[in-house]
């Protein structure tokens, strides 16, 4: 997949001005975005934590990787000397971080591991796909790092979550029909920004989409029922 998107956008990065004030404008939400998405999965990781006190040490290393994304992420804002747009980014994430402590509240764990584990890692992993060809080189070193460990985390969530599948079932279909039309909004809101930076909407929907339908085939769904669950996203998009 990563290879597929690299042929696609081998050629798109050439006409980029990196240090334009359009990209620069652009790329202070985008990169706010992706900052304050780190934070939120260091958070929701401890939390997650509280929620399986046996899996604690290890979802606490995973929130510190989280927080050396976030690092990273960091670094490459000052490399083009643009000031993150932070209030938009905590306005983009308030809704599915307002689902994630709803459900933490009443020790749905469920909802928690889909929205973190599969929905925010699925939209990370997309982005980052779709962002690193047509990154500058210092951010493109910094994304393909963190990429790869973002896989590392959706499987956390996809082995747990399989391993409790016959009674994680039914409250799955019901967090993905109240959390996946987010995600969908949350593309809307970004689109012209990613455009600017040479990522088109259509290619994130498309990667995310395979992303997240590979997880619930892995979970325990059948095709069926993740086309269906798909939709519930599609409605929204």
């Known amino acids: 997949m990563i290879g597929q998107i690299?042929?696609?956008?081998?050629?798109?990065?050439?006409?980029i001005d990196y240090r334009s004030d359009t990209y620069r404008d652009a790329y202070s939400r985008i990169n706010a975005i992706v900052i304050e998405g780190e934070q939120e999965a260091h958070d929701n990781y401890l939390q997650l934590g509280e929620l399986l006190p046996e899996l604690k040490t290890e979802l606490a290393g995973l929130a510190k990787m989280e927080n050396r994304h976030k690092k990273g992420f960091e670094a490459c804002g000052r490399n083009l000397s643009v000031?993150?747009?932070?209030?938009?980014?905590k306005e983009f994430f308030n809704a599915l971080h307002g689902n994630f402590q709803k459900a933490f509240a009443?020790?749905?764990?469920?909802?928690?591991?889909?929205i973190q584990s599969l929905i925010i890692e699925c939209f990370a992993i997309a982005a980052y796909n779709i962002y690193i060809p047509?990154?500058?080189?210092?951010?493109?070193?910094?994304?393909e790092g963190v990429v790869k460990d973002e896989y590392l985390h959706l499987n956390f969530g996809e082995v747990w979550l399989q391993e409790n599948f016959e009674t994680a079932k039914n409250q799955l279909e019901i967090a993905n029909r109240q959390n996946l039309p987010l995600v969908w909004k949350m593309l809307n809101q970004v689109a012209k920004d990613a455009k600017v930076l040479g990522m088109e909407k259509d290619a994130l929907v498309e990667d995310f989409m395979i992303q997240y339908g590979e997880s619930l085939g892995k979970i325990g769904f059948n095709t069926r029922e993740i086309m269906k669950m798909s939709a519930m996203g599609l409605v929204a998009a």
């Open 134 to 143: 047509v990154a500058d080189d210092f951010a493109r070193k910094i994304t």
């Open 6 to 15: 690299f042929a696609a956008f081998a050629d798109e990065n050439i006409d």
């Open 106 to 114: 009443i020790t749905d764990v469920v909802t928690c591991l889909l």
């Open 83 to 89: 000031i993150p747009d932070m209030q938009f980014a």
